[in-house]
């Protein structure tokens, strides 16, 4: 429990030093969300020295951060200049379809690639083993914006599945089972590509565990006992090879808010990502900080759950000695 | 194993050897518009005419036809080797204007297709690669000695400064990166010169990503600082610095190595992202990613397939570099068992 608190206050000051380094950088850019007004003969500088005070942007950068904070604590963060409407309920309408895209290909991701991962690792450095293993290299190097375009491409030319947003144009006039229907549909697409994306780095080290586990002694014993493959596996090899599999489950969870941002943009799925781009364009000072923070603090949620998990399942961590990692 | 990192390595070199030569490479100017040849098909190449065969291959004229281009039978031009051309700079310093391939005048030959402004294909995938991977290498040049500076200094002097490092190290670790670095990009001015924004966002990517290597030449460093030889080194009354640098340093650097080869491709699929969205270097300046960025439009995605070109040419350097990090690290670790 203590390990746990000890993570937990951990996260908290992350999350601080996080916040710190974007308002730091918000002082030392030079450009600003006023910049293109400025531009603007039809906009005289008072009208924008008396925004920028509406916005508090005149105030010293530790007044600044110090009233951000005050704010965040309660869920606030901020306003949007370009959107003229408080940051938290922005971001929270797009984050739930982040969060429903993602779920949705980390759990086809996980379902697909460990038993995967387990079913190479006993073919044992087979011919097949090699095979398999070096398509997944190349699968893995591919950089994402490229798996996105590809697949993206094979898509809208055989029209095969609806492109773009999450839902049709008529979606009022749906039943609530058509709608989640339409839903899915539209979701398809990017949950492939995320699963493409990042299936290939689980097998990977799920085969990599198995394998390591498969030729210990203790399996070796179990088989001339006569235990069935299949018990052995389940009852005797996983659980022991399962401590890197937990810690690659944390990383996947840490990344449900923040690992689809290239592809909910390229599919036009309605997520954070698009938003934080745009807002990035538009340099909306307020939603990108808030974008980052939302997205660490679900990484960091993410590395605490593995860590809980870790802890369950691995008495080596309880009896101490585990900070060490 | 040495074999095939050995092939690996040559297919590197070829690469950034093509990419160096880029201006005698390339048959066209990759600024150079032709608003009458917008989205022309890749050339082809034609040995065969009415009058038989031919050794030398020749391509012929296009004209805009009611279903994209055709090919005009009555004007054909002969492709050269060594042609003169538009003027370049050969590795940025020895003005010339030779070409390795060209064709006769007025003829036009695009062996990639041209984009939407007639622009060849071909010759900006070349110049783009430049960028890219110049991109790519340069931030991970950056992220590596930073990485490496602090991380031997951390595992070297211990106690509150390896404390402080490796706090840091855990923050830029969380950090959403790819959110953080469209974040730390709001805060730049959008618009720059081509020359500014590349090397601002070699530097932001590259500085980003100090984190991981100072971790892993922390851990290198600890155990290398035990080390007999270490140990007496100093007994002799070497500095901090010397020791560093002479014996601490060289253990680091078979590290240093495998972790280049994982984040060049992962640094330049960075860059190609950024200017993907816009938010990288601007045109006309090619780039991997502001080219592939007209792919956004579904209706060019479906007719214009040559413009992938530049997604091919960023696969085909990923996966050298990733197979070649593959080889590099499965190496690393035999050697430490």
Redesign the interface.
Same mark, same amino acid.
């Given at each position: 429990m203590k390990y746990l608190a000890l993570r937990l206050i951990r996260a908290v000051l992350l999350l601080l030093g996080v916040s710190v380094l974007c308002f730091l950088f918000t002082e030392m850019a030079p450009g600003s969300f006023f910049d293109e007004m400025r531009l603007n003969p039809q906009v005289s500088p008072d009208t924008i020295a008396s925004l920028r005070s509406r916005y508090g942007l005149d105030q010293p950068l530790v007044v600044r951060y110090g009233r951000w904070v005050h704010s965040a604590l309660r869920a606030d963060f901020g306003y949007s200049i370009a959107y003229n409407s408080p940051v938290a309920p922005l971001l929270w309408t797009r984050a739930k379809n982040t969060l429903l895209l993602n779920t949705a290909a980390m759990v086809l991701t996980w379902l697909i690639s460990v038993p995967l991962g387990v079913w190479i690792a006993t073919l044992r450095r087979s011919a097949w083993d090699r095979a398999i293993d070096g398509l997944n290299s190349i699968l893995i190097s591919l950089p994402e914006i490229v798996v996105a375009v590809a697949v993206l491409a094979i898509v809208v030319r055989w029209r095969v599945l609806p492109v773009g947003g999450m839902s049709s144009v008529d979606q009022d006039a749906l039943s609530h089972w058509a709608r989640a229907r339409e839903i899915a549909t539209r979701m398809l697409l990017p949950v492939m590509i995320l699963t493409l994306v990042e299936a290939g780095i689980i097998v990977r080290h799920v085969r990599a565990a198995v394998l390591e586990i498969l030729d210990a002694p203790f399996v070796q014993a179990g088989r001339a006992l006569g235990i069935s493959n299949v018990r052995l596996m389940l009852r005797h090899v996983l659980p022991v090879a399962a401590n890197p599999i937990i810690s690659l489950f944390g990383l996947s969870l840490a990344g449900l808010l923040s690992g689809s941002l290239l592809i909910e943009a390229i599919c036009g799925w309605p997520g954070l990502g698009p938003l934080i781009l745009d807002a990035t364009l538009a340099r909306d000072l307020y939603l990108v900080i808030g974008g980052i923070m939302l997205s660490t603090l679900f990484m960091l949620g993410g590395n605490l759950i593995a860590d809980a998990m870790l802890l369950a399942c691995d008495p080596r961590i309880r009896t101490g000695r585990a900070d060490e990692s | 194993m040495n074999r095939k990192a050995s092939i690996l390595i040559l297919a590197l070199a070829a690469l950034h050897l093509a990419l160096l030569f880029t201006g005698f490479l390339a048959p066209c100017d990759p600024i150079a518009q032709d608003r009458d040849l917008p989205y022309a098909p890749p050339t082809r190449l034609h040995f065969r005419d009415t009058s038989g065969w031919h050794l030398r291959p020749f391509v012929y004229a296009l004209q805009p036809g009611p279903d994209g281009y055709i090919e005009d039978r009555s004007q054909s031009f002969l492709v050269r080797l060594m042609v003169r051309g538009n003027k370049y700079k050969l590795l940025g310093l020895v003005p010339l204007d030779w070409h390795l391939i060209g064709v006769d005048q007025p003829g036009k030959i695009a062996l990639l297709g041209t984009d939407e402004f007639g622009r060849d294909e071909f010759s900006r995938v070349l110049y783009g690669g430049q960028i890219s991977v110049a991109a790519g290498i340069l931030a991970t040049l950056v992220a590596l000695t930073a990485g490496a500076t602090f991380g031997v200094v951390a595992g070297y002097y211990g106690w509150i400064v390896d404390e402080a490092l490796m +706090?840091a190290t855990?923050?830029f670790l969380?950090?959403?990166w790819?959110?953080?670095l469209? +974040?730390?990009? $709001? @805060?730049?001015?959008?618009h720059l010169s081509a020359t500014r924004t590349f090397f601002l966002l070699t530097a932001v990517i590259g500085l980003i990503g100090w984190a991981r290597p100072a971790r892993l030449v922390r851990g290198i460093v600890l155990t290398a600082r035990t080390r007999n030889y270490v140990l007496a080194a100093k007994g002799f009354g070497g500095s901090d610095s010397y020791v560093m640098r002479r014996h601490i340093l060289p253990e680091v650097m078979s590290v240093l190595v495998a972790q280049a080869a994982l984040l060049v491709?992962r640094y330049?699929?960075a860059e190609?992202?950024l200017s @993907? @969205? +816009? %938010?990288g270097v601007n045109e006309p300046t090619a780039s991997w990613g502001n080219m %592939?960025s007209v792919?956004?439009r579904?209706s060019v %995605?479906?007719s214009y397939?040559w413009l =992938?070109a530049p997604?091919v040419a960023? !696969?085909i350097t990923? !996966?050298i570099? +990733? =197979?070649l $990090?593959?080889a590099l690290l499965s190496r690393l670790e035999f050697q430490s068992t």
């Open positions: - | +706090g855990e923050l969380c950090l959403p790819l959110y953080f469209l +974040g730390v990009r $709001a @805060f730049l001015p959008l491709p330049i699929a190609v992202t @993907f @969205f +816009g %938010l %592939l792919l956004q579904y %995605l479906v397939q =992938l997604a960023l !696969v990923s !996966v570099y +990733g =197979l $990090a593959d």
